[in-house]
């Protein structure tokens, strides 16, 4: 066993992009659990849009120099309580380390369905497929036929909405993504009928070519005009789901969108926003509609696999960046499934000691 854990920890408040400068990965001694708890092994990593929100001054944001939290996915080490059993693999929200010590009921035991890979539980049936999915079911209120479409397209939600849309029996998908081959690949692996790279023209224009005759339905994760052109595209009684501004993160000076507000009146729109940790009493419904479709093969995980912990800084600003294709996850050292060890090598940012 490895005797020395890794944590990642952010060393200052970003303005604008973040840069490697603003986290350090600390060493120290392999921590041991206290009675009633478990030391896990973290083997794979979720870098996600919104830790980009909590690194700004805000309520329930990261703390600086302490160690970060997301989505994660270990193998139970050594247990003192009867809730944990070693060897047993967990999800739980203790990530940006290699070890963690953790309570029973700070983790979610992970039930194991033929077929399915482990980092499923962090894309299509984890944060990013639940938020797709409450998006489309309960509030687009999503029926078959309708047209939808959907920013940042190629993003871990937005691959996810697009594939969860067309088994609900979607009519037209239309997408914006970051280059012409996300938007390539999301025509042809995703199931998108039109993809726009936003980059070639004002996003009204954009999306009134690739859907002249309107939608009926916006998931919005962008936010900025996007947002703007998708009110314009709107039919009588569309929705907007508001699921991010990840326009924004970075740029906090930005405007905000301008469009006609008296479009949301005339045509009867209805914009909401959520928070998917209000919707957790969903999973099972979310396994149950998913896990089939992945073991016949109609759905398929969209993921970028990041190999090593010491890369988790690198996958993160690569994810803000829009260098991934579907969800980020960061997997340790090995690729199979069966890996036991976190890289520790020097990574992004400045290495120190936890003292």
Do not use: C
């Not at 919104?50 to 193998?75: C, K, N, Q, S, W």
């Amino acid at each position: 066993m490895n005797e020395t854990a890794l944590t990642v920890q952010q060393t200052a408040r970003p303005h604008g992009f973040p840069t490697a400068e603003h986290f350090a990965f600390m060493e120290s001694a392999l921590p041991h659990p206290a009675p009633g708890s478990a030391l896990v092994e973290n083997l794979y990593w979720s870098v996600d849009p919104y830790h980009r929100e909590m690194m700004d001054d805000v309520p329930g944001g990261f703390a600086l120099h302490a160690p970060l939290e997301g989505r994660t996915i270990g193998r139970v080490i050594a247990s003192r309580t009867p809730g944990l059993t070693e060897g047993e693999i967990v999800f739980h929200r203790q990530g940006w380390r290699t070890h963690a010590v953790v309570a029973p009921e700070e983790t979610r035991r992970l039930p194991r369905f033929d077929g399915v890979p482990l980092t499923a539980y962090l894309s299509v049936l984890g944060g990013t497929g639940l938020t797709a999915y409450v998006g489309l079911t309960r509030i687009a209120r999503l029926k078959e036929g309708e047209d939808l479409f959907v920013s940042a397209a190629a993003g871990g939600v937005g691959t996810a909405t697009g594939r969860f849309a067309r088994l609900l029996g979607a009519g037209r998908l239309v997408g914006s993504a970051g280059s012409a081959a996300k938007a390539g690949h999301l025509m042809r692996e995703v199931g998108y009928d039109a993809v726009f790279d936003y980059h070639e023209g004002p996003a009204a224009d954009l999306l009134a070519k690739a859907a002249p005759d309107g939608v009926d339905v916006f998931v919005d994760n962008v936010g900025g005009d996007q947002l703007a052109a998708a009110v314009g595209a709107l039919r009588e009684f569309g929705r907007i789901v508001r699921i991010g501004t990840i326009s924004q993160y970075n740029t906090p000076d930005a405007p905000p969108p301008r469009f006609n507000y008296a479009d949301i009146v005339e045509k009867s729109l209805r914009m909401e926003g959520f928070l998917v940790s209000n919707h957790r009493d969903l999973q099972e419904e979310l396994y149950e509609f998913a896990v089939p479709h992945l073991q016949s093969g109609r759905l398929a995980p969209d993921e970028t696999v990041v190999d090593g912990f010491e890369h988790i800084v690198d996958a993160f600003l690569g994810m803000l960046r829009g260098r991934n294709t579907g969800k980020t996850i960061v997997r340790a050292g090995a690729p199979s499934e069966g890996a036991a060890h976190a890289g520790a090598g020097a990574g992004a940012g400045i290495r120190g000691t936890v003292p």
